[in-house]
């Protein structure tokens, strides 16, 4: 992998060898900055570093950029998540550098949700970058020091740039393929989709190793808490690109209620202790969704507490 390039904390605790830990917080639908404060606060000594969500799943909320800024003030490190969904190449390198104005040093390139989703059905797409070409531009500007014009930046953005990955959305046989196509595009580290189909991870995480795209890259294994069978059964059939299995949620129903949040969290437990052996995975991102509190336990049941301390 490249030398360190930027003074990301999550940067350097992955490049040092350790298994890093990041979570996520979703902004409120307000201005209000007490609720996305009031969260990071739960989990700031059990993380590394802490995503904010950029209006997911096309819902408006307070924007990523503001609430990042809001955790780099309490002295935690924010990873701006940025949707190519709802700006243009030019909204996009302003708002990279409002980033890196703050020091904001992670960023994680994302398309975003369609609109359909979300409470303005009728708005514009935009998608004048995918993707792929924001990972680009956002390297273009921090390596070369330039705008996608060709004018040079004063002060470049110093980002680890970082992408989502779903080993579990069809055709499965393209999975591999497209991280190797983000790589080349010049993502660092990756963050994948929720993992509850263990088997079908490992198959991906090995077709990746085979190819040799873990050395070149940073994996985190996504995970998610189930609070109740509801939510497995909500998260298998009614979220697309989710692969929750049968016994799973078999598993789930078989406990009385009252004892079903236990129940999921020891499930997310035994799916990081698993990965924790796999070869190529470097870390977990816990989404722990409106359940952040249960984040310290899950990093510490998983022996992935206290965090290391790097400079």
Known sequence: MNEEK???????????????????????RGSEAGHITKKAEMIRNHVDAVNI????????RLCSLAACIHLKMMGLEPVLQMVTRDRNRIAI???????????????????????????????????????????QTVRH???????????????????????????????????????????????????????????????WLKLARERG????????AGVTPFKSVGMAKYMKNRVPGMD?????????????KEKQPEEGLQICVETIQRLKEQKGVRGFHIMA???????PEIVERSGLYPR????
Request: hydrophobic residues 40%; proline residues 7%; negative net charge.
């Open 141 to 203: 500007m921090r390596d070369e020091g330039k705008f996608l014009g060709g004018d040079s930046i004063e002060r470049p953005p110093r980002m680890f740039v970082g992408a989502a990955a779903n080993p579990f959305a069809d055709p499965f046989e393209i999975r591999v393929p497209r991280l190797a196509k983000k790589i080349a595009a010049g993502v660092e580290f990756i963050q994948t989709q929720c993992i509850y189909n263990v088997e079908k991870f490992e198959l």
């Open 244 to 256: 929750v299995p049968d016994e799973l949620v078999k598993r789930m129903s078989g406990v009385a």
């Open 93 to 135: 390198q302003s708002d990279i550098l409002g980033a890196a104005s703050f020091d904001i040093f992670n960023i994680l390139c994302l398309s975003g949700d369609h609109q359909s989703f979300g409470d303005n059905p009728k708005g514009q797409n935009v998608f004048d970058l995918d993707s792929m070409q924001l990972i």
């Open 213 to 220: 795209l873990t050395e070149k890259i940073f994996i985190l």
């Open 53 to 60: 969500t950029d209006n997911q799943t096309s819902v408006t």
């Open 6 to 28: 930027t003074p990301s904390k999550l940067e350097k605790i992955l490049r040092a060898g350790h298994l890093a830990v990041t979570s996520e917080c979703g902004p409120p």
């Open 308 to 311: 290391p301390n790097v400079n």
């Open 289 to 295: 969704i409106e359940w952040e509190e249960k984040v």
